[in-house]
């Protein structure tokens, strides 16, 4: 049985999530822990499966070509995709280097999934040989209908998948989990017009289409809480310290608990880092700064004297001035921070924006609903400005001092 | 769910003798099965076995299965689903001229008028098996044919059923024979050997190159070479199914699951219909409700999570067959048999068979007299075989420690006995019993549902979870066992401290304990009555501060008072310990993982209790 990979890497992201996204790029690129998302997918399929990688990418976003190569484990085929948003289309851009393969290993490039996960797909498939083979987890049904869901009977083989409205009324709350092993006779009810759902289903309805049901670490990118979700996640699994040796920590700077630091970062007197944490390559803290859990900065983040950072991300070149605080939040590549800019993150009880991090810990009986702000890449905010929870800045904004937005 | 091996090899190409390879393969599928197993080699120019009843490492110790010499060898592990374990039942299963050896999966559903067939030809047989009439078939048609292949392939043509079959023989002694349907047969390539199994775990440790044969493909392999045809016509070139597998062997027996217990809480909804369907005409459970009828007094014990199913029984035969049924458990028993005599009846519940408290007191019972039912999951295990009666739960292996679908089945068993019971005594009316059998028969698909529903709210639970010191697990009536296997599950997976205890008890102490985020896990039936009674003792919980998680119907009046509900169809409260269990396995199970546990191997516990 031959085996190819597929992955899928020319998404379009969603409205909230492409602001943090600059032009040339994808949201494959944004980073997590100092990799870019694409990073997790790609080596984990590579390192189960060491047939061919097919990479799809999207017209005029070469750098994730780029980025796939140094990163890749094996050599890359890449796609070119110039028409159509689709799953549908953009596995058919692959398919003349489909049709010569028994199976396709099918992974989208925004999942974030334990390497283990791949594993258990592909032994499943071969040991049990059937049509094709697809990860499900089980998932909040609050969320279902964003996702296709698997009714699976107790065998474990697909029933049908099913989307939308049908989602929220299902019994069941299995979601498809974007990584799927595929025969090539996919591709010909892909040609008839058929969505990749709808193509499995006809498959179930002719075959054997088994689930895998996966119930560890998955998230799938498709929200900016997403990114906050998966850095929280993959620092959760963080147990050990990893200090590099080129890193300048200061003789008064207190780290406790586990985290990364990564070559050429500095790191200035009385600073408190308390894992767990990523503090990512040339990155600087300046004295006083309190870096709290579940915090990541990434690749050369700048942050000034007494800053207060916590469950964040803050993306490559990014600029905090001093006396910033940073909570449940997201900031682009290459935004300045003015000096003693404040984001609130506690949601009122009513408001329900989508897709919010829900913290079920303290207390338990009181769901408290916290999210920071998403912030463009390219922004610049003036000093001292007041940023509401729940709220998304455009890219490219520039916020004038003493804002309260 | 038995396990096949075979192993064909030139001399000095095996990295140990093929007996050898036989035997560690067949250790490699004692997880499928593990009653009785047996080997047989082609040794010069005759057929050689050895087999026998028991698990295989005694075996070993016993007959040396691991030493059968020769060059072409077959191996089998069974698990009984029905037929005794025996050395006579136990495969290889041979032809009257001791000429052909047979290992077989599956069930062979004609092979009563094939048998008859063959004794009127004159064979002899020397098993109770199905599998038997495979052997003296392809004896009987080589008469004919003097072509061993076609005598194989038109004895495989007569068969109806399912089966992996793999076939020696003194005539052709470098080949094994196989054909498979519906039961799984892998084939792995070695370099002047060649493997036949049942699945890929008995092969990895000597070649990651396999063919899964399909349905329908029959053949033989020799050291060097395979030959295979599809029964429906033509050669298979195989060569286009050869692949390389590169995962671990416990990646390879887990099915799809991360763990054995998830996959086990996942096959309650099919071990519950083949219990149903195995007890809906079993002559055994008529002999119990006559015995029941007969006794002065019914005892019924058990240790640990069959307790807690026999503890619902007897809840269940006070309630509704209106007799006092005393449920102890086992290790207690001398506080119980000196008061029980000939006319009294024990029913001793072990998932093994083999727990050594529940046999004790079952001979110390016997020893008085009392006539005794094992409800056991393993055939002819030492309890069900030191009983007078015993009757089966069809579960299928469970290799996690903490019970899941035993305790299922188990309830499913024992609530038809329950409910047996109180139609033939005349506390219910012939027409009530049916429905409630019904509901019995409908446990599957609903748990089906249970599960499905309520993994992502147990996933999102355990995240506070793996937080916790203690819990409680509170219920009333017929919901106090399905309470005490809840408790029972996050202790002995998650290490977290949970008591269970009926809710009218919080009252008389263990309230004083409860505070601001104390979690109570409450197991709500789908009874008005009980629903009323436990409101109450869910609002005291509350006023101090607990967080209340109701299983519990979803139409329950009491939704508005839990603070996180798992979700029931609506269901008659007869299925409570069937339909209120899978949320709290799940929750221990979610939380054990998420504490980083792997919910297998539990510490300081062990599958099967066979010491005090």
């Known amino acids: 049985m031959t085996l190819k990979n597929l992955v899928l890497a020319a998404g379009k992201a969603k409205p909230e999530l492409s602001v943090l ?20 997918p790609l080596t984990s399929i590579q390192r189960v499966n060491r047939g061919e990688t097919i990479l799809v990418y999207r017209e005029g976003e070469e750098e994730v070509v780029e980025t796939a190569n140094s990163i890749s484990l094996g050599t890359i085929t890449p796609i070119k995709q110039v028409v159509g948003t689709s799953v549908r289309e953009a596995i058919l851009v692959a398919e003349n280097k489909l049709r010569d393969t028994d199976y396709f290993f099918l992974v989208y490039g925004d999942i974030i999934v334990d390497p283990e996960a791949f594993n258990l797909l592909l032994s499943t498939h071969y040991r049990e040989e059937p049509d094709a083979t697809i990860l499900i987890a089980p998932y909040d049904p609050e969320y279902a209908e964003t996702y296709g869901l698997a009714i699976i009977n107790e065998e474990g083989y697909v029933e049908k998948i099913i989307s939308g409205e049908q989602a929220r009324e299902a019994d069941q709350t299995y979601i498809v989990g974007g990584i799927y092993i595929l025969p090539t006779t996919i591709l010909d009810y892909l040609e008839e017009n058929n969505t990749l759902p709808e193509a499995i289903n006809k498959l179930a309805m002719n075959g054997k289409v088994k689930t895998v049901l996966w119930n560890k670490l998955w998230i799938d990118i498709g929200y900016p809480t997403d990114i ?41 007197h009385y600073s408190v880092i308390k894992g767990p944490a990523y503090i990512g390559e040339k990155v600087f803290i300046g004295a006083h700064s309190f870096i709290r859990e579940y915090s990541d900065a990434e690749y050369r983040v700048r942050i000034g004297s007494y800053n207060e950072i916590k469950k964040s991300n803050i993306q490559p070149y990014t600029l905090l001035d001093s006396k910033v605080t940073i909570v449940d939040s997201i900031i682009g590549e290459n935004c300045t921070i003015g000096t003693n800019t404040t984001i609130l993150n506690v949601l009122p009880e009513k408001e329900k924006p989508p897709r919010l991090r829900t913290h079920l810990v303290h207390p338990p009986t009181k769901i408290i609903r916290k999210m920071g702000a998403v912030i463009g890449y390219n922004t610049r905010i003036g000093a001292s400005t007041t940023i509401s929870p729940g709220k998304i800045i455009k890219q490219e904004s520039i916020i004038k001092p003493k804002t309260l937005i | 769910m038995c396990g096949i091996i075979g192993v064909v090899a030139l001399l000095g190409k095996t990295p140990y003798s093929p007996g050898v390879m036989v035997y560690r393969g067949l250790l490699r599928l004692e997880y499928r099965g593990y009653d009785s197993a047996g080997v047989a080699s082609v040794v010069g ?44 039942n136990a495969h290889p299963h041979i032809d009257c001229s001791g000429r052909i050896a047979v290992v077989h999966n599956g069930i062979i559903q004609n092979f009563r008028e094939l048998k008859k067939m063959l004794i009127d030809k004159g064979h002899v047989f020397r098993s109770d098996t199905d599998t038997e009439v495979f052997p003296h078939l392809v004896e009987e048609l080589y008469k004919n044919t003097n072509d061993l292949f076609k005598a194989f392939r038109k004895a495989v043509e007569m068969i109806d059923g399912s089966y992996a079959l793999i076939m020696i023989s003194s005539i052709e002694p470098d080949k094994i024979f196989f054909a498979k349907k519906d039961s799984p047969l892998i084939i792995g390539l070695g370099d002047g050997f060649n493997i036949l199994a049942s699945d890929i775990p008995a092969l990895l440790e ?26 429906r016509g033509g050669v298979v070139d195989w060569r286009k199914y050869v692949r390389v597998v590169e995962w671990s062997l416990e990646d390879a027996t887990r099915g799809g699951y991360a763990h054995f217990m998830l996959k086990e809480i996942h096959e309650q909804p099919r071990a519950l219909k083949d219990t149903y369907y195995g007890i809906l005409h079993d ?38 067959g209106k007799r006092l049924v005393t449920p102890f458990i086992a290790s207690e028993y001398e506080s119980y048999y000196l008061t029980a005599s000939d006319r009294d009846l024990l029913i001793v519940v072990s998932q093994s068979g083999e727990t050594m408290d529940a046999l004790k007191a079952l001979r110390a019972f016997k020893d008085r007299g009392v006539r005794v039912v094992a409800v056991s999951n393993v055939v002819d295990s030492a309890i069900p075989r030191e009983s007078n009666i015993a009757i089966y739960t069809r579960a ?22 329950a409910i047996a019971y109180a139609e033939a005594s005349g506390s219910l009316r012939k027409s009530e019993a049916d429905k409630l059998r019904e509901w019995l028969g409908k446990s599957g698909e609903v748990v089906g549902k249970v599960i499905s529903r309520s993994e992502p709210v147990a996933k999102r639970l355990a995240e506070w979870f793996r937080s916790i010191g203690n819990a409680y697990y509170l219920s009333r009536s017929i919901g106090v066992p399905v309470a005490m296997e809840g408790a029972l599950k996050l202790k002995e997976i998650a290490y977290i401290h949970a ?40 609002q005291e919980m509350k006023a101090r501060g607990a967080v209340i998680i109701g299983v519990a119907s979803e139409n329950t009046s009491l939704s508005d008072q839990l603070d996180y509900q798992f979700k029931i169809p609506d269901t008659h409260w007869i299925l409570t310990p069937i339909t209120h269990i899978p949320p709290q396995q799940l929750l221990a199970y979610y939380t054990a993982v998420s504490k980083g546990y792997d919910p297998d191997k539990p510490r300081n516990l062990a599958k099967t209790v066979t010491v005090e």
Not at chain 2, 49 to 72: P, Q, Y
Not at chain 2, 212 to 231: A, H, K, N
Not at chain 2, 301 to 309: D, E, L, P, V
């Open chain 2, 499 to 538: 008591e269970a205890y009926p809710a009218g008890e919080s009252k008389h102490g263990p309230i004083a304990l409860v505070e601001e985020e104390f979690p109570v896990v409450f197991t709500i039936p789908n009874r008005e009555d009980l629903e009323k009674l436990l409101l109450g003792n869910i």
């Open chain 2, 206 to 231: 000597y070649t990651r190159r396999i063919i899964t044969v399909r349905d329908g493909w029959l053949g033989y392999v020799t050291p060097t070479s395979i030959y295979v045809e599809d029964i």
């Open chain 2, 283 to 320: 002559i055994a459970v008529d002999e119990t409700v006559k015995l029941m009828l007969d006794a002065d007094k019914i005892y019924v014990t058990a240790a640990g999570t069959s307790f807690h199913a026999s503890y619902y029984f007897s809840l269940l035969m006070n309630t509704l």
């Open chain 2, 45 to 88: 120019g005759c057929v050689r076995v050895l087999k026998g009843k028991g698990r295989i490492a005694d075996l070993e110790r016993r007959i040396g299965l691991s030493s059968i010499e020769g060059l072409t060898v077959i191996g089998h592990t069974r698990w009984a689903t029905h037929g005794t374990p025996s050395d006579n």
């Open chain 1, 228 to 268: 906050l979700e998966a850095t929280y996640q993959l620092l959760s699994e963080l147990k050990h310290s990893k200090i590099s040796n080129k890193a300048e920590i200061e003789s008064t700077t207190i780290i406790k608990g586990p985290v990364i630091i990564e070559d050429n970062t500095y790191i200035d």
């Open chain 2, 396 to 417: 299928g292996p469970e290799i996690g420690v903490a019970a899941t679908k035993t305790f299922t089945t188990q309830s499913l068993v024992l609530s038809w006995l």
């Open chain 1, 21 to 40: 996204i600059p032009p040339g790029k994808n949201k494959v690129l944004l980073r997590i822990l100092g990799k870019p998302i694409l990073y997790y």
